[in-house]
């Protein structure tokens, strides 16, 4: 960890100047009482819509740029850069037209050949975009693109300036939902150095959205300045200022100080400040579609993982309620699956493993490992920066030692590193999040873990589960999908490549000064409306 500049930045954080690179300056308060400031707990792992996979970022990346649809505050698709749209072909054709008099914020009109431009650099086998397979293989002709057998993206036409349309393979009750994701938005293509490599500096990043990159320096701060030319009206803050704050009690202190107007919390800090006669009331709990687990890689070079009967014993050596209880007080909900609540497809009754030692032990005997005898030590790897992933993963280590003699030796990463590891399938044991991109049950069970899933990373193969995936992913009738998921929810939990801890319970300190906060269960909306007073 580079500590220079972050101690700097904590020395000086009432505010940052906006020249230089991260010249901090005493007096640079003055005149920022419309600046909404709120830390960030990583760099961001990257500034490109077509490369981004962590919410973190995407925080950010959703103030600056758009996609023809987005979430609203009732958690359904709604029109952004699309003023509407027809469902046509029987759900295989989308035609969408576009707002009259849209620009990028260099002052250019969008057009739908922009849209065009953007999916199929986003689609290039060159860039190679680790969500583009996710997000867009249902359009007609990505797969091609991808694998280098194709120069465009044939499911993607322009009609005319304002007309785009895009034709899927089948009918998916969910498409829309992929589209509100980031590799979907839209930004200008002739502010982009090279379309085959990650947009890197600010002058490349120009969108359409309520805010502008004003400023990035990695590892430090970012700063967005209000966009004049927004569509929907300037927004009424001048600035969003997100300095890079990795250590989790310095966010909390600075909070305190009235340095941010908003902060994450640990699970750890929230019952204090329950307590807190200042700050109690500035408490806010976000139920979010998102699950947090174990992960085993199937293929990951620990071959013991392979045998079910391991990753079993596992599941039933972790106590998952004294995690809940005891080490994140009582602030999230245990998993009870994979599919959490407010996503179509959840269950309370799915069948997860229960804590049980004894029965644990039975199994990794049988599996010729008694007490643990010639089981070799293991990584568990996880993110830097958040003490709740710690806490969790030196319990999960303790248990495992406790109640198998396994030896786990605890490995925190580099968030992007995490990624990219991730990516390439090489961590063998993991604890690791899955937030809902939109609220079914595909977007868990299908895309994590069916073999045709493109973020499957643990390697799970199980033909049964696959075929009950494939034939809900693309039925009309609501019932008989859910009925079919949670088949196969059973089926992958009793194999499991995943061992569900708990759904995600966000809590945040909020200023009474900031108002107009828009929600969705996804997190804070773009900032549009955000006054401070």
Known sequence: MKWAPFVLLVAALATVSGCGKGNFSKTSSVGKENVFRYPIVTSPTTLDPSQVQDGDTIDVIQQVYEGLVGWSEDNKPEGRLAESWKVEDGGRSYVFTLREGVKFSNGRAVTADDFKW?????????????????YLADIVGVSDRLAGKAEEVRGVQVVDLRTLKIQIDKPRPYFLGKLTYPVAFVFAKEAVKDPTKEMGNVAEMVGTGPFIFEQFVPEQLIKLKANPNYFAGKPAIDLIERPVVKDAATRLNMYRN?????????????PGLQKDAQFKEHLRFF???????????LKGGYKQFEDVRVRQAVAQAIDVDDIITNILG?????????????????????????????????????????????????????????????????KVAQDLQQNLNMRVKLQTMEWRAYLEKHNRKEMPFFHMRW??????????????????????????????????CRQA??????????????????????????????????????????????????????????TLQ
């Open 473 to 530: 992913d693309t039925i009309a009738d609501e019932a008989q999908r859910l009925k079919l998921y949670a088949q196969a929810e059973d089926i992958v939990l009793r194999d499991a490549p995943f061992i569900p801890i708990y759904f995600q319970r966000d809590a945040e300190l909020v200023n009474p000064r900031v108002k107009g906060l828009r929600e969705s269960v996804f997190g804070h909306l773009p900032h549009t409306k955000v």
């Open 118 to 134: 953007s999916i199929e650099r986003a689609c290039n086998p060159k860039f190679n975009s680790p969500t583009a397979a996710t």
């Open 287 to 297: 139920e979010r579609p998102a699950m947090w687990y174990i992960g085993f890689n």
């Open 330 to 394: 009582g602030v999230n909900k245990r998993a009870t699956g994979i599919v959490p609540p407010g996503v179509l497809g959840h269950r309370e009754d799915a069948k997860v493993w229960k804590f049980n030692p004894e029965a644990a032990r039975k199994l990794l005997a049988e599996a010729g490992y008694p007490d643990g005898k010639g089981l070799p030590e293991f990584e568990m790897r996880f993110r830097e920066a958040r003490p709740d992933i710690q806490l969790v993963a030196t």
């Open 435 to 468: 937030g809902a991109d939109y609220l079914d049950a595909e977007n868990f069970l299908s895309t994590l873990l069916a073999s045709y899933g493109a973020e499957n990373k643990v390697n799970y193969k199980n033909e049964q589960y696959d075929a009950l």
């Open 258 to 270: 009235g340095q941010v107007d908003l902060v994450p919390l640990e699970r750890q800090d929230v």
